[in-house]
């Protein structure tokens, strides 16, 4: 009932494209109609790589990535007092 197909698509082979990411530029590139190039997505992903690293270096990596995120998060998450004054008026 079930066959095999022989000639099955592997995996993208692209230095540093995993599966999930190319399954996400297939999607964009049907849902939008655009066309993403592959080379041009590779040396973005180089920089950031590359601008982590530099970053990075010569700092504990969990530490600095950690004050980042909650730095990130704090500004993005503010407290209930602080919104506006609209918060006690609105409640």
Same mark, same amino acid.
């Not at 692209?14 to 990411?21: A, H, P, R, T, V």
């Given at each position: 009932?079930?066959?095999?197909? +022989? ?8 230095? #540093?494209?995993?599966?999930? &990411?190319?399954?996400?530029? !297939?999607? %964009? ?6 066309? %993403? ?5 590779? +040396?973005?992903?180089?920089? =950031?790589? &590359?601008? %982590?690293?530099?970053?990075?270096? $010569? ?6 990535? !950690?004050? =980042?995120?909650? #730095?990130?998060? =704090? ?5 209930? $007092? !602080? ?9």
């Amino acid at each position: 009932m079930f066959r095999r197909i +022989r000639n099955r698509r592997q995996a993208p082979t692209l230095n #540093g494209i995993s599966l999930e &990411e190319e399954l996400a530029l !297939l999607r %964009v590139e049907l849902m939008y109609g655009l066309r %993403v190039d592959r080379a041009d997505y590779l +040396r973005v992903k180089a920089g =950031e790589r &590359e601008e %982590v690293a530099t970053r990075l270096r $010569g700092r504990d990596a969990a530490t600095s990535l !950690l004050a =980042e995120l909650r #730095g990130s998060l =704090e500004r993005a998450v503010q407290p209930a $007092g !602080l919104r506006g004054p609209r918060s006690r008026e609105s409640a």
